[in-house]
């Protein structure tokens, strides 16, 4: 089932950009009506994707916390600061988000917030540990972001940064970040090998 939320005709855009709770122009919403259409995604076992920015992780704990029973999941680590190698508080409110057990995380997105073409694996790893350790084999998945991620760097690439960090894991838990994990979670059949 696909879910399209339009927007009514002569919705203006700035008023959802300074409304109270929200944290911007992007990311989750404590807006009563979205709260209402998303309190009824489970009852069609909806998953909601929490696409944010750093900014938007504390407004997206108070989402989540109204909604215990409903399937979440951080898109792009929420988008840290890689560029500039600011990890806080970006890392602090990822450890807070993790706590709530019906998010997970997809591990995707990270090439474009660093130095285009001039990152090194190198540059992931400390915004890698940060959600391995919060989230866990269990609820962490594999993203590409492609073909967003090929202004920065190839799927090939994107691919290695995760698959070199997991790398020394038991098979298993590689499994379950590079796919079991989000079959899981989307309710879909994973692929046979």
């Known amino acids: 089932m696909l879910l399209v939320l339009r927007p009514k005709p002569r919705c203006n855009l ?4 300074a409304h109270e709770g929200r944290a911007g122009g992007c990311g989750p919403s404590l807006r009563p009506a979205f709260l209402r259409g998303l309190g009824r995604l489970k009852q069609f076992n909806l ?3 929490l696409l944010t920015f ?3 992780l504390t407004v997206a704990r108070k989402v989540v916390e109204k909604f215990p029973e409903q399937r979440f999941v951080l898109d792009h680590v929420a988008k840290p600061f890689i560029r500039a190698g600011t990890i806080s508080p ?4 990822i450890r807070e988000l993790a706590k709530f057990k019906n998010v997970w995380c997809k591990v995707s997105g990270m090439v474009t917030e660093a130095k285009w073409n001039q990152w090194r694996q190198s540059d992931f790893r400390p915004y890698l540990d940060v959600v391995f350790e919060a989230f866990g084999e269990d609820r962490l998945m594999f993203g590409s972001d492609w073909p967003v991620c090929l202004v920065a760097g190839s799927y090939e690439e994107v691919f290695g940064i995760v698959r070199d960090y ?6 298993a838990g590689r499994q379950k970040i590079l796919g079991t994990n989000a079959a899981g979670f989307y309710g879909v059949k994973p692929i046979s090998q």
Request: glycine share 0%.
């Open 14 to 17: 700035s008023q959802f950009t």
């Open 47 to 49: 998953t909601y994707d």
């Open 54 to 56: 750093p900014k938007h």
């Open 90 to 93: 970006w890392d602090r409110d």
């Open 166 to 171: 997991i790398q020394p894991w038991p098979e």
